[in-house]
Structure formats: structure tokens, C-alpha cells
């Protein structure tokens, strides 16, 4: 098997997660209002805490949501399974597209749980039941834990327990945080992170329980449009909060941004070093644009502005961009990234190419790799 890429951006949506992933691992007393899968006139849903939540492809609608996500584009899949969830399935997956390994980003938007005990709860089985996921293929699927962002001090902790127990890479969803990442609540993560040498991840999004807007007047269609530039804040935030100067063995990732529109951010983020006063509570002694080469990455699937922009030095690109697929999703470039891959690396040295869709998600996240990859 000819392995080409390393998908730096996949999913694992709360459909796919198999029906007794949180009953089967949340203590007794809270069993009664965890997560669970019921059967409606509706189709098949999760509930917790006595409200349906969103659908589930784990009962009697499994046949129409596959379809919708794998039949559509010509992929085939067993009666009743959970493709992303299941081992077997997901690397026959990643073979397909020539992707040696994935990494697996949660569903946090979808996981609002109003008794703060719960949530927590939530959490750890949901991190545990990753954990035993990645296991069937440690090399391979990079499912990522999710820190308990509402709840910052826990989350050093947990990510130690993480990162002892086999974990490659932790996510931590920005829009659920307690506080914004410049806080001085996250010193302990941050520090947890250098320390145990396993990266934090960010995908874009939006705080958990958010509804997508109607299909109303254009509303829809302005959020998925905009959606990219929810990285934004994260990004300038974790740089001038001094958080990689005082741990620059810190890596993180910002995932689903694309890249197109970041060299105007990196560049107006050194302008603001240049124009403005100091701030003597993070100084920097590097630029931010230094910064983001240095330890920050992010991701994009298919962005011929990005790509173009890729092999320029002024554009602040080539040491921080890594590709994803976004697997299992309509609007990524499974199961077929060849076409896009042509398209946007037209005339691009392959080395290049090979370090931006293959190497560097490699290191990031401590790869082992074969040779014959």
C-alpha cells in the first residue's frame, strides 16, 4: 500500500459514536441522564438529560446517514456499522485515500450538559473510549481527547492522565473555556503540555449547544463563510499572551481555519508589535509571526489561495500549514485527494509537497512511520 498523506483534520461526529459509549462509562448515579441513544418518529437520536439532542446513525436511521456520507460518494459500507468508530472500517478508510494516519476531532459543539458534574463525567468517557479506540492502531488513528475546557482546573491534570495513558494529542475547545486562552488559568495546561511533549488542538466552532443558524435570509450560508476566521482570536490570544515564550516547547494546532486568509493576520499581528506600546505583563522577544513558525500549525483541505501562498516566505505559510481531509465529511477531499492535491500543488517542488500533506503532521504529532510510507 502506497500511503501519501497524513490527514491532520478528521472528525469524529456524535453520530458515529456507538450508543453506549457513556452509559457503559459514566458512574452508576449518573447513568439516568448521561448520553444514550433512543428510537423516535423521528429517526434515531441522542438524548441526555431528558432532551433529544442530535441524530444518531447507531438504530434505525444508520441506513439513510451513511448513505448521506459515504454512498453519496461512492463508498459502500457494512449494514448497521459506524464507519468512523470502527477500527477496521476507518483504516480500509484511510487506505482508500492513501492516508497513512488521521487525527480524530471531536464533537464539542454538540455536547451542552447543563449538571457541571455530568459534564465532567461526559468527558472522561469520552476520552477513556478514545483512548481504546486509538489503541486498535496507535500509528494510525489519533482520535483526540477532549480537555474539559468549561473547567480549567482540571485540565492539567487530565491531560497528564492522557498523556500517560497513550495519547498523541489532546483538543481543547476554545469556545467552551472558562476563560480566553490569554488567561492565567491555562498556565498549568500550557505548562502540562511542554512537559508531557504532546500538542493542544483547536478546531473551529462555536461554544457547545449553539444551533446553526436557520436557512433564513442568507444566515446559513454567512456563518459557514465566516466559520475560518473563529480561529482568529485563539491564534492571537495563545501568541500575546506570551504563552509559546514561556514554553516554547509548546505545540499547537488550529484546525479547519484554512489558510488563505492567515498571512494578513500574521503580518497585522508584527504590526501591532511595531505600532503599539509593550505589554510589560507578556513581554515577547521574538515576533508573533516568529512564534507562529516556531510552534504553531494549522490546518486547511482545499484552498488554492492557501496553496499559492504556500511557498512564499513573506506569506508566513511554509513552516506552519499541514493538510487534512476532513474525513468524513461532504465538503472534505475524501476519498479521492488526488485531483485537489494536483490542482493546488501544480509546479510545487514534491518534496515541498510531501513535507506540507505528509512530514510535518508526522512530527507534530511523533509519528512512527514506516519506511515504505
Known amino acids: 500500500m502506497e500511503y501519501k498523506y497524513i490527514s491532520a483534520d478528521n472528525h469524529m461526529d456524535l453520530r458515529w459514536i456507538p450508543k453506549n459509549t457513556w452509559q457503559d462509562r459514566v458512574p452508576a448515579r449518573f447513568k439516568e441522564r448521561a448520553p444514550r441513544v433512543v428510537e423516535t418518529p423521528r429517526g434515531t437520536y441522542w438524548e441526555w438529560e431528558g432532551q433529544l439532542r442530535e441524530p444518531s446513525a447507531d438504530g434505525q436511521s444508520n441506513a439513510a446517514i451513511r448513505r448521506e456520507h459515504f454512498a453519496s460518494q461512492g463508498v459502500e459500507t457494512p449494514e448497521g ?15 482508500l485515500a492513501g492516508l497513512y494516519a488521521g487525527v480524530l476531532y471531536g464533537p464539542t ?33 489519533l482520535g483526540l481527547p477532549n480537555l474539559p475546557a468549561p473547567f480549567p482546573e482540571l485540565c492539567a491534570a ?14 481543547l475547545s476554545p469556545f467552551d473555556a472558562a476563560e480566553p486562552l490569554y488567561a492565567e488559568v491555562w498556565e498549568p495546561v500550557w ?5 508531557a511533549d504532546i500538542p493542544v488542538c483547536f478546531h473551529i466552532g ?12 442568507g444566515s446559513l450560508l454567512a456563518h459557514f463563510a465566516r466559520v475560518p476566521l473563529a480561529a482568529a482570536p485563539g491564534i492571537t490570544e495563545i501568541i500575546f499572551s506570551g504563552a509559546l515564550e514561556r514554553h516554547p516547547g509548546l505545540r499547537v494546532c488550529f484546525a479547519e481555519c484554512r489558510i488563505g486568509w492567515l498571512p494578513f493576520l500574521v503580518s497585522w499581528m508584527d504590526r501591532q508589535v511595531r505600532e503599539r506600546e509593550p505589554d510589560p505583563t507578556a513581554p515577547l522577544r521574538l515576533l508573533p509571526s516568529e512564534y507562529f513558525a516556531r510552534q504553531v500549525r494549522v490546518t ?51 518534496a515541498f509537497q510531501r513535507e506540507i500533506v505528509f512530514d510535518r503532521a508526522a512530527r507534530f504529532f511523533k509519528l512512527e512511520v514506516p519506511v515504505s510510507a
Request: aromatic share 12%.
Open 81 to 95: 456499522s459506524l464507519p468512523p468508530s470502527d477500527p477496521q472500517i476507518l483504516l480500509a478508510h484511510y487506505d
Open 109 to 141: 459543539r454538540k455536547w451542552y450538559v447543563e449538571d457541571p458534574e455530568l459534564r465532567v463525567a461526559c468527558y472522561r468517557a469520552y476520552n477513556d473510549w478514545m483512548l481504546e479506540l486509538n489503541s486498535a492502531a496507535p500509528e494510525r488513528i
Open 158 to 171: 487530565e491531560l497528564y492522565r492522557l498523556a500517560k495513558a497513550g495519547a498523541k494529542g489532546v483538543e
Open 191 to 195: 505548562a502540562a503540555a511542554e512537559d
Open 206 to 217: 462555536d461554544k457547545a449547544g449553539t444551533p446553526y443558524p436557520p436557512n433564513n435570509r
Open 300 to 350: 486547511f483541505e482545499d484552498d488554492m489561495i492557501g496553496a499559492r501562498l504556500l511557498p512564499e516566505p513573506w506569506a508566513y505559510l511554509r513552516d506552519s500549514a499541514m493538510w487534512g481531509a476532513d474525513y468524513p465529511h461532504t465538503q472534505g477531499v475524501w476519498p479521492n485527494p488526488d485531483p485537489v492535491m494536483a490542482e493546488m500543488f501544480a509546479g510545487v517542488d514534491p
